[in-house]
């Protein structure tokens, strides 16, 4: 096992779905994959111990949070991330860039670097690529990502291609400047719904050479269709051998779509977000527990799955902690769908090993819960 290598492990003869390894500081992490995401050092009402129950490989956090709070030198005064949080698998930190970008009005923008203002208590701070690289340094998180400009949708093409050419020059100073070789340091494309701007973002990237590669500049607005026609360039001119990350999306159709066009690791809230307000994934599509038909259902939450809650709790019972607002609902209901994403993503992996994803991603879509996703 070589440090952030990538071994392809197989291939599926129909569609472009690829299933691998890649090796982190804390292990090998299992492609496809979903990761939860824990923004402050924490995924929002679900133990550590209960993401390990599940199966979740990677967890992310979020330099822009931790930066402001409680701060890069306190957490690595800790011991990094993987002590501070009580983590012993491996952790993905986002730049934050996303974070800066979507908060346009209160930023200043230059070739250097940006300027922003806390949303805590509006102190003005700046990074440039290299100051970026430190906080994650002191973060510790086994894959890190680059700094870049993430345009908002829709944005004129003369902008995008901007963000293009200034991501590319930071991800090559984010490369120079990153010393802490234990960490994979990922670079990101971008160009929207621009393929030309989305090809020049890959040359570009392949030309400085990472272990691994984000797609971003999705999940901003564009239209589900639009993003899987621009996404299919993408992967296909991406280097084989190393890992595909399409940033912010967690949908199960999409995952399922994206899989099939060759990306391997995926990152959303949507999950634990969903489950604070009283939603479930299921094989049946999204349900609402406030509704009052399940008010004396006392079946499980999904028959089909495996997990904790559906395994202990049933809908009634569910119904009931959502609608007295109990803590626990969210708990329970967070640890569903994430064991669903993440069961979806070990479920594909297991189709493309057998040769057999595009049976796989055609029983997915023509399924009874596919077009409420």
Known sequence: MTLHEFDLIATDPDTSARAGVFHTAHGPVRTPVFMPVGTRATVKGVLPEQLRDIGAQVVLANTYHLFLRPGSDLIAEAGGLHAFMNWDRAILT??????IFSLADTLKLDDDGVTFRSIIDGSWHRWTPEDNMRVQEDLGADIIMQLDQCPPFPAEESAVALAVRRSAEWAKRCKDSH????????????????????????????EIGFPGYGIGGYSVGEPHDLMLESLAPVCAHLPADKPRYLMGVGN??????????GVDMFDCVLPTRTARLGTAFSSE???????????????????????????????????????????????????????????????????????????????????PGAEDY
């Open 94 to 99: 986002d730049s934050g860039g996303f974070q």
């Open 285 to 367: 599509g999204r349900l609402n527990m406030r509704n009052a038909r399940f008010a004396r259902d006392f079946s499980p939450l999904d028959p089909a799955c495996t997990c904790p809650t559906c395994t202990g709790y049933t809908r009634a019972y569910i119904r009931h902690l959502v609608n007295t607002k109990e803590m626990l609902a969210s708990t329970l209901l967070s640890v569903h769908n994430l064991h669903f994403l993440i069961d979806l993503t070990t479920r594909a992996r297991l189709a493309i090993e057998a040769g057999e994803y595009g049976a796989f991603m055609r029983a997915w879509l023509s399924g």
């Open 252 to 261: 199960p159709t999409t995952l399922v779509q994206a899989i099939g066009l």
């Open 179 to 206: 010393v802490r070789e234990a960490q994979a340091l990922f670079g990101i494309v971008q160009g929207g719904v621009y393929d030309a701007l989305r090809a020049e973002s890959v040359e570009r990237l392949g």
